[in-house]
């Protein structure tokens, strides 16, 4: 079974920036499409960033311009950089491939 483990979550300030990785235990993301997702409170998890296997990328609305996703099949790792951070985007956010979820980090911006 493939683990994920997201990392880099935290609280800043409006207009601010995060990085977040998802690291995997084994090399899954180079044949698999992987995604960001987030879930605020109260709400549906929703899909923030999408990038395939052959690094094609798509963003959701909210965060189309702001955030940026890659990935280093080499480190087994994926990334989502997240700048111009607005109160709006505070979650848990997730990773996912192939069928598995990652435990999530949470991402705080104060106004």
């Known amino acids: 079974q493939v683990q994920l483990v997201e990392s880099g979550g935290g609280l800043v300030q409006a207009g601010g920036s995060l990085r977040l990785s998802c690291a995997a235990s084994?090399?899954?993301?180079?044949?698999?499409?992987v995604g960001w997702y987030r879930q605020a409170p109260g709400k549906q998890r929703e899909l923030v960033a999408f990038i395939n296997s052959w690094g094609n990328t798509n963003y959701g609305d909210p965060v189309n311009g702001r955030f940026t996703i890659s990935r280093d099949n080499a480190k087994n790792t994926v990334y989502l950089q997240m700048n111009s951070l607005k109160p709006e985007d505070t979650a848990i956010y997730y990773c996912y491939v192939n069928g598995n979820w990652g435990q999530g980090t949470q991402v705080t911006v104060s106004s």
């Open positions: 084994g090399s899954i993301f180079s044949a698999n499409a």
